[in-house]
């Protein structure tokens, strides 16, 4: 059975910083592209961060580039996301998510498993 479990949220003032986990199991997480995707009520879910399993190359939104960072690190089975200069629009439910696409891809529909959510809060 496939489990992601984030971990790492919670509330901060806007300009500080937060480290998300999202910790695999049950999957090749060596042969898995990982994904960050956040979404608020109301609104599509979107793209934040992923890494490419083939590749190790990291992929960013534009509205988060130069400030969050995805890492991942294999022996643990734990992806990461180091998010910095945090902004009141940051305000959301994060997710992680697991796929197997031999082509790295932003799309949600490209990914399999699916972690619950950690809520990140972002105070002006």
């Known amino acids: 059975q496939v489990q992601l479990v984030e971990a790492g949220g919670g509330s901060v003032q806007a300009g500080g910083s937060l480290r998300l986990s999202c910790a695999a199991s049950g999957l090749s997480f060596r042969s898995s592209n990982m994904a960050w995707f956040r979404q608020v009520p109301g609104k599509d879910r979107e793209f934040v961060a992923g890494?490419?399993?083939?590749?190790?190359?990291?992929s960013y939104a534009d509205s988060v580039k130069d400030r969050f960072t995805i890492s991942r690190d294999n022996a643990k089975t734990t992806v990461y996301l180091q998010m910095t200069s945090l902004k009141s629009e940051d305000t959301s439910v994060y997710s992680c998510?697991?796929?197997?696409?031999?082509?790295?891809?932003?799309?949600?529909?490209?990914?399999?498993?699916w972690g619950q959510g950690t809520q990140v809060t972002v105070s002006s």
């Open positions: 890494i490419s399993w083939i590749s190790g190359r990291a």
């Open positions: 998510a697991a796929g197997r696409s031999v082509v790295f891809s932003r799309s949600a529909t490209e990914y399999t498993y």
